[in-house]
């Protein structure tokens, strides 16, 4: 298993941007399949984007494609999301997960996660 803290949340006006940091800590970040999970007040955890440690494929739920971005870092074992076009419906705590497949957006496929960083978009 990784340890994984995530930074970067905060409030922004609808349309603007904001970048999610997850540091991870352990031998094996560079075996691990990173994703972003988000969970709006009174609903399940969604996907949002992951990935893969093998070639760094990345998949995307239709929500958020073309409007984030996910990346890895092996070097300083870190995965950021770029979130731009943000939208009220965005809103949500956002949580960093790590997963030992290949690839996934399956949340129990996922074994490692962070506290979570709120996210907060204003119409």
């Known amino acids: 298993q990784v340890q994984l803290v995530e930074s970067g949340g905060g409030l922004v006006q609808a349309g603007g941007s904001l970048s999610l940091s997850c540091a991870a800590s352990g031998r094996t970040f560079n075996r691990h399949t990173m994703g972003w999970f988000r969970q709006a007040p009174g609903k399940e955890r969604d996907f949002v984007a992951a990935?893969?440690?093998?070639?760094?494929?990345?998949t995307y739920d239709d929500s958020v494609k073309g409007r984030f971005t996910i990346s890895r870092d092996n070097d300083k074992n870190t995965v950021g999301l770029q979130m731009n076009s943000l939208k009220p419906e965005d809103t949500a705590v956002y949580y960093c997960a790590a997963s030992a497949l290949p690839m996934s957006h399956v949340e129990f496929e996922f074994d490692s996660w962070g506290q979570g960083t709120q996210v907060t978009v204003s119409s």
């Open positions: 990935v893969s440690w093998v070639d760094s494929t990345t």
